[in-house]
């Protein structure tokens, strides 16, 4: 009979459109949304290859001039600046070499006539040329980022060669020393986080709509006390004056009720997962844990609501719909600052939430190696469903009501 | 006695919605409980399946108090409350096999049971549809049908045919009374005074959460002084001729309004042929004549002073 009851409840429950949407449609939605949203906002700019002209051995006063017609005074002052300090046509083999990657050169240079070199930037084809000789010139058309790296280039290059030469007039014997190496050679300093992450807000954002999607099982909670309760429905009434054991038909109810949420969240994840590439770190079984205890304490929580609040079922749901939506904003949902402040500012509250229990509990997970954090969050979790059990078994218990 | 409720006292604040109530219901019968909105048919109903709670008295069913956990009464009660209460989300077949389940634990018991409440309320071609897919009459029939799919012994119908096409309400009273010949023994709560005068066998009115009459029809008809009502239709009727009627004896009402004369007389009197006869004699035209005994509405309005529709 039970497994009767528990199989006619699960066909309810994926019939029902509107929690269907809500509960496997929307997280999706959201997610996709904020996907196409946000996700930009993390992705690291890759440095494409910039096309330049070089003009090889012309005269450079003739060249400035006729360059100065093609471009603006402002900016012939600008790259004035460089040309006035660089050197002889050796920049261009060092330009030529320069790399982005292994296999990226940095520049993708033209070799051309000083009036080629001019239309080349008219047309937008290149992104500046520069004038070789003792005195290289810079001209560009624009300010950018593109133009900004070939500026940067060039001043480092000759600020290099100014002071090698320097050396070499002064102090000869420093080049034995090393000194050369020094100044040709960069290092990087690469923060390296805990478990080789780099810190990404947007994932607190998935964790966000996952934790959302695991307490609205609260809704579904709800449904379930008001299925049963002669005070709440009609189905309520009928089902009460039945021989059924309530506490039986609850338990069944609940487990339907579980069943088909889980199932929604591990779609969830596995569209966020598989479909939106969100990178959830390597301890998925803990991660899906959490997930399972989350949703076990919204179903628990709703119903809790449903026996103890002595209000009308829509009113009931409001105050489900405002504290889901409420817990979630707290821990990140909209803004992910919101969530660092309440856990500076206001701890007990971010204990006490349970959104932000399963957000921190899967943060924990990605950033950190330990699992100490990760349980202290599902501890907390599963108090709060042992507290909802409680207060529903009593809220059952009580037979019947003043009023229906 | 199947029912037996004594003394029921239900409050709520100051509001008093059972005032002792006492009911008395025999295995067999169909029992109506008729009174106006807001009487307490429904409260009282609410008390006897033990789905709210009550200050005073007592209540007991097939021999035994009725309490919430009476699992072993509540298997032989069925139940079809005032508005439909049935799963959005399943089909009518569905919808009774899953409350028919509740009572029943043998599969192919209940599967037979569904089928049989199916035809009991003609809804053999709606099986696969979904409630909000009926007409408001169908929706009532499935309604009905999951509350004696199990097969009860006691059917309680809380106002079931309430904004029901006449149509689908002859189909529900016949269905009662198919039901009460089969076996089964029926609370039927009403404001509607036809169709508790149809179907039942025993009448107890009520009003202000106190049962003012209790008996069969003919019962209750018998406790009040109207015998006979005769309405004519006259286009005029002097002052003089009212005067003269209400000298007849055995009639103590005659009024005259919009070209119509009303005349009530006490039980026993065949008045009828002495006012024709007094109407030709004066030669007063008159039009259609009609008669009426009384009804349980002249019962509740003898007694209370009011309507029973009020």
């Not at chain 1, 700019?45 to 001039?65: D, N, P, W």
């Not at chain 1, 069944?252 to 969830?268: D, E, K, P």
Request: hydrophobic content about 45%; proline content about 3%.
């Amino acid at each position: 009979m039970s497994l009767g009851l528990y199989f006619m409840r699960v066909k309810c429950l994926l019939r029902n459109m509107e929690g269907i949407f809500w509960c496997y449609i929307f997280p999706i939605i959201l997610s996709t949304c904020l996907y196409l949203g946000v996700s930009k906002l993390g992705a690291v700019e890759e440095f494409e290859t910039i096309k330049i002209a070089y003009v090889v051995g012309e005269a450079q006063t003739e060249l400035s001039k006729e360059a100065g017609t093609a471009v603006s005074q402002e900016q012939a002052e600008l790259s004035h600046e460089v040309g006035t300090a660089v050197g002889h046509n050796e920049l261009l083999s060092v330009m030529k070499a320069a790399k982005l990657s292994e296999d990226k050169y940095m520049f993708d240079i033209t070799l051309c006539s000083s009036k080629e070199a001019v239309d080349l930037l008219e047309k937008g084809d290149i992104e500046a040329y520069i004038i070789g000789g003792d005195r290289p010139e810079l001209f560009i058309k624009e300010n950018g980022l593109n133009e900004t790296i070939v500026k940067s280039f060039v001043d480092s290059y000759m600020q290099k060669q100014i002071t090698i030469k320097n050396i070499l007039v002064s102090n000869p014997e420093a080049l034995n020393n090393g000194l050369i190496d020094d100044l040709i050679g960069q290092t990087d300093f690469v923060d390296i986080s805990d478990k080789h992450k780099k810190p990404d807000n947007i994932i607190i954002y998935f964790y966000a709509i996952l934790a959302y999607t695991c307490i609205f099982a609260s809704n579904w909670g709800l449904e379930e006390v008001i299925n049963i309760e002669a005070d709440q429905s009609m189905r309520g009434a009928r089902i009460s004056a039945s021989p059924v054991s309530k506490m039986r038909l609850f338990a069944c109810n609940m487990l339907a009720s579980y069943t088909c949420h889980i199932i929604s969240v591990i779609l969830l994840f596995l569209y966020m997962k598989f479909v939106l590439n969100v990178k959830f770190g390597d301890e998925l079984a803990y991660l899906i844990a959490i997930c399972l205890a989350g949703s076990l304490t919204g179903l628990l929580m709703g119903a809790s609501i449903g026996f103890w609040i002595k209000k009308k079922p829509a009113i009931k749901e409001a105050i489900i719909i405002a504290f889901s939506l409420g817990c979630s904003f707290l821990s990140g949902m909209m803004a992910v600052e919101i969530k660092y402040y309440v856990t500076e500012k206001f701890p007990l509250l971010a204990y006490i939430n349970p959104v932000n229990l399963i957000t921190d509990a899967m943060y924990s997970l990605y950033y950190f190696d330990g699992h100490n954090r990760y349980f202290i969050n599902l501890m907390l979790l599963m108090l709060m469903a042992a507290v909802f059990t409680v207060a529903s078994y009593f809220g059952i218990r009580r037979r019947n009501h003043d009023s229906i | 006695m199947l029912v037996n409720v004594k003394g029921l006292v239900k409050r709520y604040d100051k509001l008093v919605a059972l005032d002792y109530l006492d009911l008395q219901v025999e295995e067999g019968e169909i029992f109506g409980l008729l009174g106006p909105n807001g009487s307490g048919k429904t409260t009282a109903i609410n008390c006897i399946l033990s789905l709210i709670r009550y200050d005073k008295g007592s209540i007991e069913i097939f021999g035994k108090p009725m309490k919430p956990n009476a699992y072993d009464i509540k298997r032989n009660i069925g139940i079809i409350m005032q508005n439909v209460a049935v799963f959005e989300e399943l089909t009518v077949y569905e919808n009774i096999y899953y409350f028919c389940s509740l009572y029943i634990k043998d599969k192919i018991e209940v599967k037979r049971l569904t089928r049989e409440a199916i035809e009991f309320v003609s809804m053999e071609d709606y099986a696969d549809f979904y409630p909000k897919k009926l007409s408001g009459g169908l929706l009532r029939r499935l309604n009905i049908a999951c509350g004696i799919a199990h097969k009860p012994k006691l059917i309680i119908l809380d106002e079931p045919t309430v904004a029901v096409d006449p149509q689908s309400r002859n189909k529900i009273l016949e269905g009662i009374k198919k039901l009460n010949a089969e076996g089964a023994t029926i609370i039927y709560t009403s404001h509607y005074m036809e169709e508790v005068e149809q179907i039942c066998s025993k009448i107890a009115i009520i009003d202000k959460g106190r049962v003012i009459v209790q008996g069969t029809k003919e019962e209750l008809k018998a406790m009040i002084s109207l015998g006979e009502k005769i309405t004519m239709e006259l286009y005029e009727l002097p002052e003089k001729n009212i005067n003269e009627l209400k000298e007849f004896p055995g009639i103590y009402s005659v009024e005259y309004h919009e070209n119509l004369l009303e005349i009530k007389s006490a039980k026993g009197r065949n008045n009828l042929i002495h006012i024709l006869d007094y109407m030709a004699k004066n030669n007063i035209i008159f039009g259609k004549v009609y008669t009426e005994l009384p009804t349980l509405n002249d019962v509740f309005l003898e007694i209370t002073g009011k309507e029973l529709r009020d």
